[in-house]
Structures are given as C-alpha cells and as structure tokens.
C-alpha cells in the first residue's frame, strides 16, 4: 500500500497535538475485558491480544501513557458510564448506548450468527428460540437482540458475569446455544468440535461494530486525536500488521476503506 506525503504529515500533526497537550490531562484508566483473542490475560498474567496492542500503539503515539486494565464487562461498563476519565473496549456501539458515551471507532466490524449444539437440534431452526437454551453476558448488547429474536431471560436465556462462562455452559450441555462472531467462529468451531461438540449455525442475530467508549467527562478535543490515531494506523499499516494473523481479511479491507474515505489530517 502506498500512503502519500499528506499522511506523513498528518502523523507528525498527531504527535504534535498529543505533546502539547499531554500535560493539560489526566491519565486515562484503559478498561477492558476477558474476550480472545482481541483481548484476554496471557499466560504470564498480562492484558494481551491483537486489539490491546493496537490501542497500546495510540497510546505511544498519542502520549497517553496509562495501564490496560482486564475487568468483569459489567463492571468496566458502569466506571465508563461515570467517569472519570475512563474508556472500555471492546465496545459495542448502538442506538441505546449512543448518548452514553463519546466514540472512537470502529476497531473490529463483523457479524453474529447464533450457533447450537449439533447433537441437540431436534425440531424446526426457525423455532429455535421457542424450546431452546441461550446464553449471554450480562451488559452485553446482544441481549436485547436475542430477545427480539424470541428469547427470554425469565424462560431461555441464561445470563453469565463473563463471556467464557456461556463457552463451559454450552460444553457441557448446560445451554444449546451461543452467539458466536465472523471473526474467530471457525478456530471456536474446531476447539467444540476437538471436545466432540460439533456446532451448526441457527439464526443471524445482527451485525456489529466495536468501538472504545470514553466516558462523558473526556474533552471533545481529547476524543478526536484518538480517533485521528486509529484512523491513522489504518492507512499507514499498523492495523494490518497487528490483525492479520487474528482477524479475517475482510474486515481489516473494510477497515481501511473506512479511514481512507476521511483521512486524519
């Protein structure tokens, strides 16, 4: 890929700004949340994954200097909500969450397809959600679309405190079904399948974009350099670079796109 002098310029633009104005601000406190492979603890015990390097690199670019921290999702969801001086990752971002937050986006773009236990599908998909278990986590913002695909907390769909419960449940026939996204579902196919657990799609759930959510407090001003720095290392290759071996081809062509249809400057 080719990048023109105009990126280069708006690179030094950024680094300029985040000089300047690194001495006028609080720290952020970088909030996230158990989800591989964009983000989870390694085996040394420290916040890792391909989209926690991408924002550790807007934050040397930036100098926002500053832990990643690995919380429960509700948790780190309500300290952004508040403030101050919070962000959390990987965010979904819609109409019901839109006014909560300020956004820096979108770091990943895929789709959600509700997935089943092979073994346990005995009627009609379409009915699926009338006779069949679910599972979500709390706070997350696929719960409302499961309930508008028929699901009911009070009836079918379980509600966990982190995502990887849902994955024990449905593996140990707990629940039948779970949401799954285009972007690492055939490596989770494979690990159910090695445990003879095989998977087959039940229903489209939604599409989804995730964002960094700021909290409130954060300065327009402050928000817009973040999103310049994503943007930026989307047309310069850092994204790539960091998403390649992770996340499908695709979505990292559709993330380009994006950023080259309003380049930083």
Not at 113 to 125: E, G, N, P, W
Not at 178 to 192: D, H, P, T, W
């Amino acid at each position: 890929m080719k990048f023109s002098i105009s990126h280069s310029l708006a690179s030094c633009g950024i680094l300029l700004l985040a000089l300047s104005a690194s001495a006028e601000q609080q720290p952020l406190r970088l909030l996230t949340e158990h989800k591989p492979p964009g983000t989870f603890l390694n085996e040394k015990g420290h916040v890792s994954g391909a989209t926690v390097e991408l924002v550790r690199h807007l934050q040397q670019q930036l100098n926002e200097p500053g832990k990643i921290e690995l919380l429960p999702w509700a948790r780190a969801y309500e300290m952004a909500k508040t403030g101050p001086d919070v962000a959390v990752f990987e965010t979904i971002r819609n109409a019901e969450r839109e006014a909560l937050f300020k956004w820096v986006g979108p770091l990943k773009q895929y789709k959600v397809v509700l997935y089943a236990r092979a073994d346990r599908l005995t009627r009609d998909l379409t009915e699926f959600p009338k006779y069949r278990i679910a599972c979500e986590y709390r706070r997350s913002a696929l719960v409302d679309d499961l309930v508008r695909l028929g699901f009911s907390t009070e009836r079918n769909l379980v509600l966990t405190s982190k995502h990887g419960d849902c994955y024990d449940m449905l593996l140990h026939g707990r629940i039948y079904a779970i949401a799954l996204s285009s972007n690492n579902v055939e490596a989770q196919k494979a690990l159910f399948l090695e445990k003879g657990v095989p998977l087959v799609a039940v229903l489209p759930v939604t599409e989804v974009k995730m964002y960094m959510a700021f909290s409130p407090d954060v300065s327009d001003t402050r928000v817009a350099r973040w999103q310049a720095a994503l943007e930026q290392s989307y047309l310069n290759g850092t994204m790539r670079k960091l998403y390649q071996n992770v996340y499908p081809e695709q979505m990292i062509a559709e993330l380009e796109a994006l950023a080259a249809i309003h380049p930083a400057e």
